[in-house]
């Protein structure tokens, strides 16, 4: 859905990228995105740490102060972009910590973790040629110091208890393999299933990274409950074995009543052991209930529910079940108020869809009836040129058998001695008797039965044409009879063979006429004549 006012096309390539990776971190309407990309100066980093932060409706200062007062000279690139930041993220937070302090709520950041090709710079290559040496002595003090706590388990234990002490809080460990959320995710549960014998999916962990937890939760208003574990503590071990693996604990985690999603990691990995960091965890095993807390701002999401140390199962389901009945009223009337807004939008997209489904109907009817005129029309047009070539060949017809008729040489008298007489039954069984010349070609008498009628109008002083007759351009008469003698019977074809009456008839003969085809359509001409 296109932001209203708001033209996208006009965006350039890289702001286009921004907005793109923005809507699909947040899942956020372009109309609530596009100010806020912006503000941030299409940051796309800033504006989803904004979103995630509750930053989203917060005046920016340094923009309202802009609006009032003149602008002033622009800074540096650099600088303007650092000013920006402090601006867009210290500021805001301060009254917004305010705000949750006067709540009793603590913020939930979301943390996504820096990649460890980041966070650390390689060394120039003649500085790691020096300080080679010393690595491979490193090296191999770790790899003593690491056979040895294999050996002797007590012994990290004891020397993490005698620097640290117990509750203190652990540090990182470099020498694990920095894997993306998701691979860490994965290798935390295959190394939790390998030392404490379960089998996948007993306890009910979130396949994936704590910021993608964070933001499910956030969408799907679903209580996120962050674990972590330290493997330098002591109080791990009985923890996950008595607490975590507890039946009744795994039951109400697995209950889709509590819409509860589980996440946790152990402070050895990096991503761990940031968001023990941001959630100021310093007991370990520690455990943090986080919802979305509208009371707080639209975006908030705030820990309800924290615990720090071991903890028996029945009392840590009741501190959860606590915080959850805490936050379910508001989250109940959040989840009414967007399923009422789904169920508007659902409606509005299925009207929308009937719309276009009645514009296509009428598209297709308003195309079916101009094929159907096109169509009509066509066939009127063709319909109309038969007509008109009709009634040409008709007109054509009749002049040429005037012309033809004036062109038939007269009826030789009684002082032609050689004349051929011929005598015809015409096909409405009328008799014709004629006299021709000698040397009458056939084709002479095949245009004496075609113009009998005329030639018949004519002697009687019918003859309505006021000049000679001129011949058709172009026109080939074909006759639709032809000469037929009936004893023995002898076919006389005009165009076969050619030549006299007189040599292919004789001195005298009676002939038939006999109609080959079109018979009919001949009458109709003769009639329209």
């Known amino acids: 859905m296109a932001a209203s006012g708001f033209d996208l096309t006009s965006l350039t390539e890289?702001?286009?990228?921004?907005?793109?990776?923005?809507?699909?971190?947040?899942?956020?309407?372009?109309?609530?995105?596009?100010?806020?990309?912006?503000?941030?100066?299409?940051?796309?980093?800033?504006?989803?740490?904004?979103?995630f932060d509750g930053d989203a409706d917060t005046v920016d200062p340094a923009a309202e102060a802009a609006r009032v007062a003149p602008p002033p000279p622009p800074p540096p690139a650099q600088a303007g972009r650092r000013a920006e930041t402090l601006m867009d993220t210290i500021a805001p937070r301060s009254s917004r910590d305010r705000s949750r302090r006067g709540n009793g709520l603590e913020e939930a950041p979301r943390i996504v973790p820096t990649p460890e090709s980041q966070m650390t710079q390689p060394m120039p290559f003649p500085f790691s040629?020096?300080?080679?040496?010393?690595?491979?002595?490193?090296?191999?003090?770790?790899?003593?110091?690491?056979?040895?706590?294999?050996?002797?388990?007590?012994?990290?234990?004891?020397?993490?208890?005698?620097?640290?002490?117990?509750?203190?809080?652990?540090?990182?460990?470099?020498?694990?393999?920095?894997?993306?959320?998701?691979?860490?995710?994965?290798?935390?549960?295959?190394?939790?299933?390998?030392?404490?014998?379960?089998?996948?999916?007993?306890?009910?962990?979130?396949?994936?990274?704590?910021?993608?937890?964070?933001?499910?939760?956030?969408?799907?208003?679903?209580?996120?409950?962050?674990?972590?574990?330290?493997p330098e503590h002591d109080d791990n071990a009985s923890f996950v074995r008595e607490t975590l693996l507890a039946p009744e604990l795994l039951a109400f985690l697995k209950d889709p009543k509590n819409n509860i999603l589980l996440w946790s990691g152990t402070v050895q990995d990096a991503e761990a052991f940031q968001v023990s960091t941001a959630l100021s965890a310093n007991k370990f095993p520690y455990a943090c209930l986080i919802a979305h807390t509208p009371s707080v701002s639209s975006t908030a999401m705030s820990k309800?529910?924290?615990?720090?140390?071991?903890?028996?199962?029945?009392?840590?389901?009741?501190?959860?079940?606590?915080?959850?009945q805490s936050q379910s009223a508001e989250l109940d009337r959040i989840r009414r108020q967007r399923q009422e807004q789904q169920a508007s939008r659902s409606l509005r997209q299925e009207?929308?869809?009937?719309?276009?489904?009645?514009?296509?109907?009428?598209?297709?009817?308003?195309?079916?009836?101009?094929?159907?005129?096109?169509?009509?029309?066509?066939?009127?047009?063709?319909?109309?040129?038969?007509?008109?070539?009709?009634?040409?060949?008709?007109?054509?017809?009749?002049?040429?058998?005037?012309?033809?008729?004036?062109?038939?040489?007269?009826?030789?008298?009684?002082?032609?001695?050689?004349?051929?007489?011929?005598?015809?039954?015409?096909?409405?069984?009328?008799?014709?008797?004629?006299?021709?010349?000698?040397?009458?070609?056939?084709?002479?008498?095949?245009?004496?039965?075609?113009?009998?009628?005329?030639?018949?109008?004519?002697?009687?002083?019918?003859?309505?044409?006021?000049?000679a007759p001129q011949e058709p351009e172009g026109y080939e008469h074909d006759y639709g009879f032809r000469l037929v003698s009936p004893m023995p019977r002898e076919v006389y074809e005009v165009n076969s063979k050619g030549g006299t009456i007189r040599e292919r008839v004789g001195k005298s003969g009676n002939l038939i006429v006999e109609m080959v085809g079109g018979e009919e359509e001949d009458e109709e001409e003769e009639d329209e004549v």
């Open 351 to 467: 009207q929308e869809s009937a719309y276009e489904r009645s514009l296509a109907a009428d598209r297709e009817k308003a195309r079916r009836r101009k094929e159907e005129e096109a169509e009509k029309e066509k066939v009127e047009r063709e319909e109309r040129q038969r007509e008109e070539s009709k009634a040409q060949r008709v007109r054509t017809l009749a002049q040429w058998r005037r012309w033809r008729a004036a062109s038939i040489h007269p009826e030789p008298g009684t002082d032609v001695k050689d004349a051929v007489r011929i005598s015809l039954r015409l096909p409405n069984g009328e008799r014709a008797v004629r006299k021709f010349r000698p040397d009458a070609e056939l084709e002479e008498l095949y245009a004496f039965v075609e113009c009998y009628d005329i030639m018949n109008d004519v002697n009687e002083g019918n003859d309505m044409t006021e000049k």
């Open 304 to 324: 309800i529910v924290t615990s720090a140390g071991p903890i028996a199962a029945q009392d840590l389901i009741q501190k959860l079940q606590a915080g959850i």
């Open 129 to 230: 040629l020096i300080l080679l040496p010393f690595n491979l002595t490193y090296v191999v003090f770790q790899r003593i110091l690491g056979t040895a706590g294999y050996l002797f388990p007590f012994l990290p234990r004891l020397l993490s208890r005698f620097w640290s002490g117990s509750g203190a809080r652990p540090t990182r460990d470099t020498g694990r393999r920095p894997l993306s959320p998701n691979d860490t995710a994965a290798r935390f549960m295959r190394e939790f299933e390998e030392e404490y014998g379960v089998t996948h999916g007993t306890v009910p962990f979130h396949e994936g990274g704590y910021a993608s937890a964070f933001d499910i939760a956030k969408r799907d208003l679903k209580y996120l409950l962050v674990l972590l574990l330290s």
């Open 14 to 51: 890289d702001q286009q990228l921004a907005l793109q990776q923005y809507t699909s971190v947040t899942d956020q309407e372009l109309d609530a995105a596009l100010p806020l990309l912006q503000t941030c100066q299409w940051n796309a980093q800033i504006a989803i740490t904004r979103f």
